[in-house]
């Protein structure tokens, strides 16, 4: 920095000497101020970077990884320059960084696999910023891919926190991808029950909540024959954002019609004979 105004460090310690300022004492304030000014000056470029127009055409979550990277780049670059104020011998220094090198790769190993795996989310782009995903036993929206770490929020609002390495090298299913989802509903039924009639309920049901989309149409079939029931299935297809909406209610909707139409929903009987 020093060097970029024209002013040597010879000329720095030629001044010291004239005016006794202890040297140790400059150099460490002069690295304090590196240190206030530099952070300042990299939250300006992030900041600045990330506004321009440029950098608003790229995808979000590739805009938020870049912003995460671009930022500990420019704070490496800031604590460089303070070692090199404080007096370090910067070629000592880089031998005994490359020293031990190989034991901060094994010691880090995970972290470096984690950004790997931050590196392959960004370019193949299996999920982005704002879709549902499920990863590694754990399901949520992303709100965040960072360097180590991408950040869910679940339905009921925690905070998950997933290293990148574990993600990449797991099954993704990403519910958010296509604009609409199919829902099976499951339905048991007597085997003495009117399976048209329990058919055309489904039906009516389905026709009935508006959410549902009708193209493809909905569809009944039997499922499965059980020991004490029928299984009789209701396949709908609504759009992603309604999913819910339509899941929940549902139930409710064919529990009502089928009381109403005398549907008999069966439920474990236990009879007992006693002889004399």
Known sequence: ??????ISWDDVSAFLKDYNVPNIAFRILLALAILIIGCFIVKKIVKNIENGKLFKRVN???????????AVVLYA??????????GFDMSALSAVIASCGLTIGLALQGGLAN??????????????????????GVSGTVVDIGLFY???TTPDNKKVVVPNGTISNNVIINYSTHETRRIDFDFQIAYSADINTAKKVLYAC????????QDPQPAVMIASHNDSSVTIRLRVWVKNEDYWDVYFPMYEQVKNSFEEYGVEIP?????ISIEK
């Open 1 to 6: 920095m020093l060097l970029f105004a024209g």
């Open 60 to 70: 979000k979550t590739v805009r938020l990884f870049l912003r995460h990277l671009l």
């Open 77 to 86: 670059v800031i604590a460089v320059a303070i070692i090199s104020v404080l």
């Open 115 to 136: 950004i790997a795996g931050g590196i392959m989310l960004v370019i193949f782009k299996p999920f982005e910023i704002g879709d549902y995903v499920e990863s590694s």
């Open 150 to 152: 991408s950040t869910l």
């Open 206 to 213: 389905a026709k009935a909540d508006e959410k549902i989309l």
């Open 267 to 271: 439920y474990p009987h236990l009879n």
